[in-house]
Each structure stands twice: as C-alpha cells, then as structure tokens.
C-alpha cells in the first residue's frame, strides 16, 4: 500500500472533479484531499456535501499563481490532479476568451506553482477533443501519438493546456501525467450537457433539442471509470506519458435522446432538431490499449446500464438540478449541448 498523500484536486466542485474527490475519500480514506474551486456557474459545492466534513475546501483560482503556491505549502501537497477548466463547447463558441485564461493560463500557473513546490506529481485531465475529429467510417482510433488538430475554441484551449504541461516535464522535469478521456456520463453533471439538459428537459415536458447532425458519434464512459482511470496513472502511470481513457462505445446524439425518453417513458415525439454548432465535430474515439496493457485498468460500467441508471439519478433528485437551471450561461434556444 501507498503511503497518506495529500490530494490537490482544482475544479473540484464541477461535475468529474466532485465525484472524483468522492471516490478518493472511499477508496484513500488516509489520504487527506484539498479542493480547489474557483465557483464560476458550473461550480456547485453542493456536490461535495457528502464529503465536506472529511476535506478541506478553498475557494480559489488556479489562474491565481501566488495563492496556488500558498495552498500548496500550506498544506504540504504532494500530488495535484487538475480537472480546473472552463468545460462547455457552446460558451466557448460564445466567449473564448475565459477558456483561454482558465485551461491555458490558468493551467500554466498551476504548473509554475507546483514546480516550485516540488511536488510528487502533477496529472492533468485532458480531453479527446484536442486531436479534431475523425470521419464517421475512419476505421483508426486516435492513439497518444496522433497529431492535436483541435477545431473549436475549447477544444484549442484544451489542447494548449496539454502542452503547457508536457513542456513544464521537458524543460524541467516536472513529474506530470496526462489522461486524455472520451464522453464522461454520471450524476452531478451541470445540466448544460447533453445527458441533463436531455432528461431534465424531459421531466418538465420540453422538447430534447437534437442536433441535424443526429447520427454524429461520441464515445461514452462512466465517470467511475474514469476515476478509476486516473487512480491506476497515480499509482503506476510513468511520468511524462499520456494515457487515453476510453470504451469504445460510441452511441450518437439521436440515440442518446432514445435512451431518455424510454427511460422515462416518454414518446419519442418529445425532440426537436436543432441547427449543429460550428466547427461541430463528427466523431471521436480513442485507443486505450496502452492503460489496459500497461496499467491493467478496463472499463467495467456497461453502457445502457449505466446510462439508465444515471437517467433515473436525475429524475431522483429535482431538487439537485432545479436551482441550476437559471445559472445556466447559454440560453437554451441557442445551445449547442454537448462538451467536455
Ligand atoms: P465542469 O464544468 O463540470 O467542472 C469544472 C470545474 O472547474 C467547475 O467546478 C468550475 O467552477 C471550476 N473552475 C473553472 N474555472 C476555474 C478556475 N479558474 N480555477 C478553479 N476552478 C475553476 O467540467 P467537468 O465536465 O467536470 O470537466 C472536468 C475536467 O475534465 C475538465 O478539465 C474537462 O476538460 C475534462 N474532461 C471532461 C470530459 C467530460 O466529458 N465532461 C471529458 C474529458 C475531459
């Protein structure tokens, strides 16, 4: 077994950064865990209720250098893993500027503050939108190596943040790890994303806006998995390697918005379609032979499974989503849904 270390985990009140804190508490309780969240819209500490006693929380920014370093030292940090980002496709569409602050500045101070702090390790949560997008019948997967040809604002962001981190290992030899992850699905996620916006439209009898572009393909994965994912890099992942998280499953949109509204019992004649997003990628889909040959980390959340459980954890819990739905920064006439 490891030894206690201290967790640094930014954007720990979003949706992935809140169930991984969650996850680390049960399967680390040793390990003391320091959140960082700046609260922008999308940041909800509601989402770490069932841990708040057991953490420590600061309301901070990671683009904020000096008070990062202070945190760190303060607490004596030995690994950070930074899910911190602006995460929505559609708002960066509208206002790129913020993502460029928060996942490329922002990023970078975070990096400077932890090299100077020496620590253990620094992961970084990436995303499979930095390589662009692949035609529906590509036959290849993008693997670790594959070219970044980011096509949108966030995804540019995204991409410009990997190689802030890439160069702090290089030049000096900051021990950093990377996951580059498909589509995450789960409970807590900000009902901007297709999965909520789809069944929180539903459960208050509004249209599902499917894009035109309804058969483009996303690779999903059980948020659990992907904790799982960056736990088995912290523990094993060799520094300077990037690790791909995926399943394989890809469903499209139109299939998505089916699963809803069977779920819930709804007619299928409960969508709209809606006019796609520009730069609106067709397809992602990664190979992530290297973490389960290497790490032995596998999926385990079969899809429909968990898309209905997760369906049914939002028809659960109004009460969550409800307040959320006016903190919502793109009006919902003009969204275009998906991201992460
Ligand atoms: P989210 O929007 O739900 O959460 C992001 C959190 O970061 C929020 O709590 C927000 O308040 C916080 N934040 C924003 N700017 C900040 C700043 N300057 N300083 C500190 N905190 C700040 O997003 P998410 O879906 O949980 O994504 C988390 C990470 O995972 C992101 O880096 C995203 O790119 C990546 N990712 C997401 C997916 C997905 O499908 N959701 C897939 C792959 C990778």
Sequence with gaps: ATPPRTVLVTGAAGFIGANFVRYWRDRHPDDPVVAVDALTYAGNEENLAAVREDIVFAHADIADGPRMAEILREHRV?????????????LAVLDPARFFRTNVLGT??????????????????ST?????????DATEAFHEDSPYRPRTPYNASKAGADHAVRAYHETYGLPVTLTNCANNYGPYQFPEKVLPLFVTNALRGKQLPVYASRHHRR?????????????AVLSGGVPGRTYHVGTAKEA???????????????PASLQTTVADRPGHDRRYLLDSSRIERELGWRPTVPFEEGM??????YRDHPQWWKPLLDRRPVAEESVWQEGG
Excluded at 79 to 90: K, L, P, W
Excluded at 129 to 136: F, I, K, Q, R, S
Excluded at 308 to 313: A, P, V
């Design 108 to 125: 970078q101070q975070l990096l400077e503050a932890s090299r100077q702090a020496g620590i253990e390790r620094f992961h970084h949560v």
């Design 219 to 231: 690779e999903w994965i059980h948020v659990d998995d992907h904790c799982r994912a960056i736990d």
């Design 128 to 136: 499979c939108e930095v390589y662009g997008d692949l035609a529906l």
């Design 252 to 266: 499209s949109v139109q299939e998505i918005a089916d699963l809803v509204l069977d779920e819930l019992g709804l």
């Design 78 to 90: 030995n690994v950070v893993v930074n899910f911190a980002a602006e995460s929505h496709n559609s």
């Design 308 to 313: 209905r459980e997760t369906i049914r954890w």
